[in-house]
């Protein structure tokens, strides 16, 4: 059984850049959530996807935004990268209905120079 | 605002001892807590989870005690092992307003020595 795999497990980016990453759900998952870990601090939330829209979203700028593809796979893009970007993203994946059973991946993380 | 408080930030046992780490919440829409581990470079990994109708849950070595009334829940690792070594997350799943979520703990670090 296929757990949620993220990629790349690295990135360098320098300030103003933009990134884009990816994430594929557990298999017979249908919802993606993506979060923010800064070193030292628990994860939080960023926004959730299922049914290719947005449907909830964390306190974080417009400058993070996500799509999901039909086969329930997911991106993260964030524009105009600062250097307080810098953290492990990470992607988790639920059932639609029981969203509050997330499964985590392993997370890319994220440098800005 | 911290919706979701833990203590401590880090934790020494040794082995076979019993690590208790504690939650707090404010937030009465919170209906779901789950406990994550998480080791350095990977995850969190969901390890167990309780509703606030139980007051205590057990799945191997791991027990959640759960205080409705006091808003209060508590991980408790029963014979640990030096494999148990990695950092705790908390989380409560509700609407905290702006979506319904997880809002995470800071975290415990816990080490469990020979």
């Known amino acids: 059984d296929a757990g949620v795999t993220q990629s790349p497990t690295h990135l360098i980016k320098t300030r103003g850049q933009q990134v884009t990453l990816r994430c594929s759900p557990k298999s017979g998952h249908d919802t993606v959530s993506w979060y923010q870990q800064a070193l030292g601090q628990g994860p939080q939330f960023i926004f959730q996807y299922y049914e290719e829209e947005e449907r909830q979203r964390g306190n974080f700028p417009d400058r993070f935004s996500g799509h999901q593809f039909p086969n329930y796979s997911s991106e993260l893009n964030v524009n105009a990268l600062l250097l307080g970007d810098s953290a492990l993203y990470l992607c988790?994946?639920?059932?639609?209905?029981?969203?509050?059973?997330?499964?985590f991946g392993p997370g890319t993380r994220l440098t800005v120079l | 605002q911290q919706q979701v408080k833990q203590s401590p930030q880090s934790l020494i046992v040794q082995k076979g001892g019993i690590p208790i780490i504690n939650c707090a919440y404010e937030n009465t829409a919170f209906d779901y807590f789950p406990w994550y581990q998480q080791f350095p470079g990977k995850g969190p990994a969901l390890l167990i989870a309780?509703?606030?109708?139980?007051s205590e849950k057990k799945e191997g070595r791991f027990t959640i005690s759960f205080n409705k009334s006091a808003k209060q829940f508590s991980l408790h690792i029963m014979d640990s092992q030096p494999g148990d070594s990695a950092t705790y997350f908390c989380a409560a799943f509700g609407n905290t307003g702006t979506a319904s979520k997880l809002t995470f703990g800071t975290g415990t670090r816990l080490q469990v020595t020979l």
């Open positions: 988790a994946s639920s059932l639609k209905g029981v969203t509050n059973t997330q499964y």
């Open positions: 309780i509703r606030p109708d139980v």
